[in-house]
């Protein structure tokens, strides 16, 4: 099994191939593919190859499926005793990106 770790928008995922992820927002258009370089662990098939911080020698290849916005969350801000309160949501954009190819040089 062949999956690599990656750091995307400020967080890491476990990275398969044919998976898709939704990640921040990517200011690119709809079937655009994209580039995935910071590649902090790489298993290709129990050889397990770890970055310093990243792996150079490795790329991920994806495709920009779509553009949506995630589920509500609410944010509920209340000071007791002081008849203050106050509720937000808040959806976050989102990019859904299919997994193509894990390449190794």
Do not use: C
């Not at 662990?41 to 050889?47: A, K, Q």
């Amino acid at each position: 099994m062949k999956y690599a770790i990656v750091e995307v928008s400020g967080r890491q995922f476990w990275i398969e191939t044919g998976k898709y992820y939704d990640f921040n927002r990517i200011p690119t258009k709809l079937g655009k593919k994209i580039t995935l370089n910071r590649i902090l662990l790489l298993n290709n098939e129990g050889e397990i190859l770890i970055g310093k911080p990243y792996l150079e020698s490795v790329k991920i290849k994806g495709k920009i499926l779509e553009h949506f916005r995630g589920q509500k969350t609410i944010v509920y801000k209340m000071k007791s005793k002081k008849k203050t309160r106050r509720k937000q949501g808040h959806r976050q954009e989102l990019t859904r990106v299919l997994i193509e190819d894990i390449i190794t040089n």
